[in-house]
């Protein structure tokens, strides 16, 4: 009879939620003007089944993404593991509601990949302004391989294919977590097209967007996730977990949340007299709302869940699946909504429609720092990276240890000068110059890694992380120390491996059509500088790092691979300056300002940075290489005459004896030869 009870209930809460999401997408359709219902004379028309296909079908991509990825996350981060416990602190293999947790999730999966796939006749439909009925094969294979929006639909669609096959082999919770990532991966894509990509500030509206539905498809999804949990204690323990995951999602889901509205509405006033900021009102109340039950959960149904009384937990994340759902809904209808910013301006910048922004007036000091070039990707990584390693500092300092100073001012440093060559007003110029681009590289490769590895985060993070109640659950420390002593670190820490990822990123990006393609999108641009500063990590983390998971590594050895390292880089240099060839013509021929010097000349003048710039860093880790290098003869020296010590008061033979006899036996051998 309970169990009957409880099947009732989550098929009426299913119920609920699919009726909310239909309802506030079709008036939210009707009130916003995404589907006046009328068609106007002249102009071409797709029809009903086009106008309220699409948008349907986009919910259903947009809920079957969004349930498989919470699921996938749950399964593989909250929920408690089982099999061997004794490296990690909690279970490598899935537990039982992980396993069909992830199970259900790969129908999810194969769900959204079929919606994902429907999208593309509908969206060509939409496009032409033809009926479906006359849509070909061949227009839905032109537009999947050669227009934005059929290009992401077809990458959302191959990726939840993907998803769904892997989730039905699984054992492992890595693998899960494997799964989880290919699945959060999977939702950005939509992000990359729309208003966000027509916006007038790209960088911000692209990656916040990318912020806002990674988070709230943890939120939601998540939530969806422990109604179908059925063992009371499983429940407890990960609405616990889910319970920080869910505020967490609530503060990026508001903060993005506004970046995107400023982007869209232009100006405050839109948000009273604009169809579409009414909707951003109705949406942000939805999600104060969501978060005053959030907040319910934390005082009062979760001390209640931990007593053994689930009734008020599910009864009330029931009502906040619903009033989610109806915020899907609200999310689809606004993307089909007009902005009072228009995403397709009739009169268009082509230097602007390629770069996401006016192309920057001549440079100069004060244009270097303002105005500022706000990326939200970076803006959230510089806020988080300083305030997480603050936070840690000041646990550690409350706990009544002590951490250098010297390693916070060093974190800090790396994180400042990360903003200043990605956020400020010299991030504009590095789009369309090839000297400042080659600045920031530099920067980004070099000075950032050095002063970030100084900071030790690995060492601080493991000293401040706490291990969850329940010891199942592989927590963040788990998860950090699995990454440590994984063969993939120990294969990246060698120092060839290191060094050639350094370097043939250099040459490869160079030497190559790669960077043009890379600067022409927004995704590939970002992934550009992330991997500067990555590579750049994994470099000098192998030179000086003291964090655990590195290879003991001889100083001799060290000293040669950053030689080796200085070497190409100077190459590299040498090489450019000498180029009588344009790197990347198409987009520098495209965005390069009129008042710059020479495309050649300007790719000459960053050849002479990169050439020069890399000395005063250089020489200062071969002065910190060299002079551990003395130290650690030091020690061993110590450590020979501790031994020799022993041995002559004990009367046994030393090592550095039996070396001086294991000399003198192979200098007599060879005497006699």
Not at 422 to 429: D, E, N
Request: proline share 5%; net charge positive.
């Amino acid at each position: 009879m309970i169990f009957s009870d409880i099947s009732v209930r989550r098929l009426l809460t299913v119920l609920g939620g699919l009726l909310a999401l239909v309802a506030a997408l079709v008036v939210a359709l009707r009130l916003g003007g995404g589907i006046s219902g009328r068609t106007i004379a002249g102009l071409p028309d797709a029809g009903p089944l086009t106008s309220w296909g699409l948008p349907l079908a986009r919910a259903a991509a947009d809920l079957c993404g969004v349930l498989c990825a919470g699921w996938c996350v749950t399964a593989a981060f909250l929920l408690p593991g089982t099999g061997d416990t004794g490296r990690h602190g909690a279970g490598q293999l899935l537990g039982p509601a992980g396993y069909r947790l992830l199970r259900k999730a790969g129908w999810w999966a194969a769900g959204w990949a079929l919606a994902a796939l429907a999208l593309l006749p509908l969206t060509l439909s939409d496009l032409l302004g033809q009926p479906l009925g006359q849509v070909t094969f061949g227009g839905v294979r032109s537009l999947a391989w050669s227009v934005s929006q059929g290009q992401s639909a077809l990458a959302q669609a191959g990726l939840a294919l993907v998803v769904a096959v892997a989730s039905r082999f699984v054992l492992t919770r890595t693998g899960a977590a494997v799964v989880a990532v290919l699945a959060c991966a999977a939702l950005v894509p939509p992000a990359l097209t729309g208003h966000s990509a027509g916006a007038g500030n790209h960088q911000l509206a692209v990656t916040s967007l990318a912020v806002h539905i990674l988070a709230a498809a943890l939120w939601l999804g998540g939530l969806a996730a422990l109604l179908v949990l059925r063992n009371d204690t499983t429940l407890a323990v990960a609405a616990r977990g889910f319970s920080r995951l869910a505020a967490g999602c609530w503060v990026a889901v508001a903060a993005s949340g506004v970046a995107n509205a400023a982007v869209r509405l232009g100006a405050l006033e839109e948000l009273w007299l604009s169809r579409y900021g009414l909707l951003v009102l109705a949406k942000t109340a939805a999600l104060g709302a969501a978060g005053v039950l959030g907040a319910l959960h934390r005082r009062r149904t979760l001390p209640a869940l931990d007593a053994g009384r689930p009734g008020a937990f599910r009864r009330l994340a029931a009502g906040e699946l619903i009033l989610l759902a109806a915020t899907v809904g609200l999310a689809v209808a606004l993307s089909r909504t007009p902005t009072p910013v228009p995403s397709n301006p009739v009169e268009t910048d082509p230097v602007t429609d390629l770069l996401g922004f006016t192309a920057p007036p001549p440079l100069s000091a004060a244009r270097v720092l303002w105005p500022p070039l706000l990326d939200g990707f970076f803006l959230a990584s510089v806020v988080l990276l300083a305030a997480a390693y603050l936070a840690a500092v000041y646990r550690l300092h409350r706990a009544g240890h002590r951490w250098p100073p010297a390693r916070t001012a060093s974190w800090l440093g790396g994180v400042a000068l990360l903003a200043a060559f990605t956020l400020s007003g010299f991030a504009r110029y590095a789009y369309v110059l090839f000297s400042a681009h080659m600045a920031q590289h530099l920067v980004l490769a070099m000075l950032v890694p050095i002063l970030l590895v100084g900071g030790a985060p690995v060492t601080l993070a493991l000293r401040t992380l706490r291990p969850p109640r329940d010891p199942r659950v592989r927590g963040a420390r788990d998860w950090l120390l699995l990454a440590v002593h994984s063969r993939v670190l120990r294969t990246l820490s060698h120092p060839v491996v290191a060094l050639g990822i350094y370097v043939v990123s250099l040459y490869g990006l160079y030497f190559s059509d790669l960077l043009g393609v890379l600067m022409r999108y927004h995704i590939g641009h970002l992934a550009m500088l992330v991997h500067f500063v990555l590579s750049g990590y994994l470099f000098f983390w192998v030179l000086i790092g003291v964090d655990p998971g590195r290879r003991p590594v001889a100083p001799p050895i060290l000293v040669l691979v950053h030689f080796a390292g200085m070497a190409f880089h100077a190459f590299l240099g040498i090489a450019l300056m000498q180029s009588r060839t344009v790197i990347a013509p198409d987009w520098y021929g495209s965005v390069h300002p009129a008042w710059a010097a020479g495309l050649l000349s300007d790719q000459h003048v960053g050849a002479g940075l990169a050439w020069g710039f890399g000395e005063i860093p250089a020489v200062a880790i071969l002065l910190l290489l060299v002079v551990r290098w003395i130290r650690a003869d030091e020690r061993e020296q110590r450590r020979l005459d501790r031994a020799a010590d022993r041995a002559e008061a004990t009367g046994e033979e030393d090592e550095l004896a039996r070396y001086n006899a294991f000399l003198r036996r192979a200098a007599e051998t060879a005497e006699r030869h």
